[in-house]
């Protein structure tokens, strides 16, 4: 705090041109970080908006390629019941033993003056020909409880396995929902691949009585989606998923969900906003058909920001370098004025000194130069009436100024030390000044004749001697102080911190060592108010630590002068005799280590 204190009275107190270009580049700064803003708000919502709109593209291309798929299914179908012969192929097929369809087909072959019909396996498998994406078609034959699977590379007959309970359960979920996920266990033809398969079942009902005899299941694999994809829309923007009605995923494009029911199915309905999935996201759902399919597109915030991550870079360093541009800018325009203020105060201070003959010389046509122009005419008149009134009486006053100078008082020096730390500052030897001003605060502080003072003083008073030993061994000194706000009004003793300071700087302190450092904390705790000052000196070997604790257990006797614990004693002897025995000072030191001294005070507050 003080350091800000400091910096604040150095530098803005009487600086009115550094708090203008502090004001301006604040002002600056703030309309450049909001315009940053509103361009990276503008081109993360167009950003979004494109984002959206690729992904919507590559759910229509899905869409587009599930309706053909969905199509060219419906039109099979009609072709098997539109053709007579093998819609009776495939019903006798359903109706009867394996034997029995063997021999049916066997009749038809051989009969004579008939014309050869082809099978409803032949149809299939003409129809896996043309439809890429088809893996297996299997017809499951609802009286005979057997069926038959039909690949690109054989057809082979199964007969059911398990409890009719668990089959009649399966027909029923597939009529309910045509299009599911294969699971890799099932009873479909194909056992074994390694591909993500899905399903389309459609119930299979003899045409002359209408009854239900069979179902036919195809299969289709997700691998051709994506080669289609691939295809049509190389570019994937965020996922693409397809979905049964039932929330049951059948394509995935990141290959997470397949197989499974979609967590967040409930959340899809809300495509305007951003939509809590796995992360915020954009939505995009597109239906398919009467039978519940959907594609939905999902594009997250995550790759939303990674896509801005380039102009968001860009963005800040334009903004980084227009705020150092117009900071540069702003300083050098008020240092040509900060110029000529200066010179208009140097003339000020001459002619405080006496040097009456001052002029000031600016040029332009601005509110400076007609300042300056008003303070010559000021001088010259002042010139004109010191020499014609005032010369006779400036003689006797000087005489009587003599008379007084031989009065010695502390005010002569204060002002003496003033002059020198005024002049040690216009030669550039700032540190010389703050030596100087600090040994002034410190001086007037020790002659004032009162023997109590408040915590707060009493660590300003410690805080300056500290900044003087800084500024003498400069960067060989760290220094840290802290106090708690409720007890910086508390009263104490003057002079009692200030002597373990010191104690420290003569006896601690490594002159040729980088790394020295003095902490001073004033706490509050239930027993008053404690004060620890701890550094990283020398330390105090285990005999002289013994020494000094003796030392202090018989406070009551006259301590030797030539101690050099003399100040520890002293500062010990007049708590305990101001306070009680129950306060004083704890020492604990290590030789080489360093050293912690704990002052014990009640908390009173000025005037107890």
């Known amino acids: 705090m003080s350091r800000i204190r400091r910096f604040y009275r150095n530098h803005l107190k009487r600086k009115m041109f550094n708090k203008i270009i502090l004001l301006y580049s604040g002002v600056m700064m703030v309309l450049f970080v909001v315009a940053a803003t509103m361009v990276y708000q503008y081109q993360l919502q167009r950003v979004i908006h494109e984002e959206r709109d690729a992904n919507q593209k590559t759910a229509q291309v899905l869409s587009f390629y599930l309706g053909t798929q969905n199509e060219n299914i419906q039109r099979t179908i009609q072709q098997i019941y539109g053709n007579a012969s093998v819609s009776a192929d495939m019903i006798y097929f359903l109706n009867h033993s394996y034997g029995d369809y063997l021999e049916y087909r066997l009749d038809q072959f051989t009969r004579p003056g008939v014309q050869r019909t082809s099978s409803f396996s032949e149809f299939y498998k003409s129809y896996m020909r043309n439809e890429t994406g088809v893996s297996s078609i299997s017809i499951y034959s609802y009286p005979k409880q057997f069926y038959t699977s039909i690949s690109r590379d054989n057809q082979q007959l199964i007969y059911e396995e398990g409890s009719r309970s668990y089959w009649e359960d399966w027909f029923i979920q597939r009529k309910l929902h045509p299009w599911n996920s294969v699971e890799k266990d099932s009873h479909s033809g194909v056992v074994g691949k390694a591909s993500n398969l899905y399903s389309y079942s459609r119930e299979l009902q003899d045409p002359e009585t209408l009854e239900k005899i069979g179902m036919l299941n195809i299969e289709f694999d997700s691998a051709d989606i994506s080669a289609w994809l691939q295809s049509r829309a190389p570019v994937m923007n965020g996922r693409v998923l397809v979905m049964t009605a039932q929330g049951t995923v059948i394509f995935d494009s990141n290959n997470e969900y397949f197989g499974k029911v979609y967590p967040y199915q409930s959340e899809l309905q809300n495509t305007g906003d951003w939509v809590e999935l796995d992360e915020p996201s954009k939505v995009n759902i597109l239906n398919i058909g009467n039978d519940g399919l959907s594609v939905v597109g999902i594009v997250s915030k995550s790759e939303i920001n990674a896509s801005m991550d380039t102009l968001r870079s860009q963005l800040f360093i334009a903004t980084i370098l227009f705020i150092i541009v117009s900071f540069a800018i702003t300083t050098t325009m008020m ?258 280590i360093g050293t912690k001294v704990v002052i014990e005070i009640p908390a009173l507050r000025e005037g107890y």
Do not use: W
């Open 335 to 592: 240092r040509r004025y900060s110029k000529k203020v200066q010179r208009i105060i140097r003339s000020m201070n001459r002619i405080g000194d006496g040097d009456i003959s001052t002029r000031i010389k600016l040029h332009g046509e601005d509110e400076l130069q007609q300042i300056s122009q008003r303070f010559n005419d000021m001088c010259d008149r002042i010139e004109l009436y010191i020499d014609k009134m005032y010369t006779s009486e400036l003689k006797q006053k000087h005489a009587e100024l003599v008379a007084l100078q031989s009065q010695i008082q502390p005010h002569f020096l204060y002002n003496t030390l003033e002059s020198i730390r005024m002049k040690a500052y216009s030669m550039g030897a700032k540190d010389v000044g703050k030596m100087i001003y600090s040994l002034s605060v410190m001086f007037k502080s020790m002659v004032k004749k009162r023997t109590i003072v408040t915590l707060g003083e009493e660590i300003e008073m410690c805080s300056l001697y500290l900044e003087l030993f800084q500024i003498r061994y400069e960067g060989r000194l760290q220094v840290d102080i802290h106090m708690d706000e409720d007890v910086v009004e508390c009263s104490i003793l003057k002079l009692l911190v200030q002597p373990i300071i010191e104690n420290y700087t003569i006896h601690g302190f490594r002159s040729l060592e980088d790394n020295n450092c003095i902490s001073l904390y004033v706490v509050r705790n239930e027993g008053g108010i404690s004060i620890i000052v701890t550094d990283n000196g020398r330390g105090i070997s285990r005999a002289k630590l013994d020494e000094i604790n003796t030392m202090l257990a018989k406070s009551s006797q006259a301590p030797d002068k030539n101690n050099q614990s003399i100040g520890l004693i002293n500062v010990h002897e007049r708590i305990q005799m101001t306070y009680g025995d129950q306060y004083g000072i704890t020492i604990q030191s290590e030789d080489g």
